[in-house]
């Protein structure tokens, strides 16, 4: 098959435009991804704002993960309106009787205060909201070392290496402070995360950045400076519950 006609593999379609090649989410996974969203909001008619964006953010969050370090933002975009539409839908549902500004003051602002976006979906009593696609940066994969074998013992620390710098999506903050640790916990000194269980998978995506905000957190650290310093730890390090910092 020719390239200037493309072809699917592994979710993303590969295809030269132009005389240069792009590598995109394909169609299928972008018709999946919307049938899943369209599909998870439809059960969650009667249900209120918290439990929309508790059960749709890791969908959100897992499928922008594994699509993040190809050609996505235009994707990104198109979906983040498409959930608009349809949290809109279900905002309208809850509320037939309300008028649509009631239902727009209700449901849509500017939760996240580190954007300008104002049609972001929460609920104003807890202050969550639900994230967009378009929060997850593009992050270009990183080229392999060429006829570099993940099998070649003698490439181990390469390989180590390429985990180690590969991004995480994680917020700004956690990610700062997983480098400057060098992956490991500020307590135990182990590593943090496990970098050779990546997930390969927009579900597996999802399942692992659940599970990650269950194990490591931003702690501040009071005891041997005058000034509080974050650090990142194992949760199951901490004596005491510190305030989230992978929200």
């Known amino acids: ?8 593999f592994l979710g993303f379609n590969v295809r030269r435009y132009c005389g240069k090649l792009l590598i995109k989410p394909s169609k299928a996974a972008l018709r999946r991804i919307r049938r899943r969203l369209r599909d998870e909001l439809r059960s969650l008619r009667g249900s209120n704002a918290q439990a929309v964006i508790k059960r749709l953010n890791p969908v959100i969050r897992g499928w922008a993960a594994y699509y993040r370090t190809q050609v996505s933002a235009v994707a990104f975009g198109k979906l983040d ?28 602002g500017r939760f996240n205060k580190a954007r300008q976006d104002r049609w972001v979906f929460g609920d104003r009593t807890s202050g969550a909201f639900l994230h967009r696609f378009a929060w997850t940066n593009i992050v270009r994969h990183q080229i392999v070392k060429h006829r570099a074998s993940p099998d070649d013992p003698e490439l181990a620390d390469y390989w180590a290496w390429r985990r180690r710098k590969a991004p995480l999506p994680i917020n700004r903050t956690a990610l700062r402070l997983y480098r400057a640790q060098d992956g490991c916990c500020a307590i135990c000194k182990t590593t943090l995360l496990a970098a050779s269980d990546r997930p390969q998978t927009p579900r597996d995506w999802e399942h692992w950045l659940a599970t990650t905000r269950k194990t490591i957190d931003v702690v501040w650290n009071t005891a041997n400076s005058d000034a509080a310093e974050p650090r990142l730890t194992h949760l199951h390090c901490n004596t005491t519950r510190q305030p989230p910092g992978l929200a």
Request: hydrophobic share 40%; no cysteine.
């Open 1 to 8: 098959m020719s390239l200037s006609e493309g072809y699917d």
């Open 81 to 108: 309106h498409y959930l608009w539409r349809l949290t809109l839908k279900w905002a309208t549902f809850s509320h037939a009787t309300k008028p649509t500004d009631w239902i727009v003051l209700r449901y849509f």
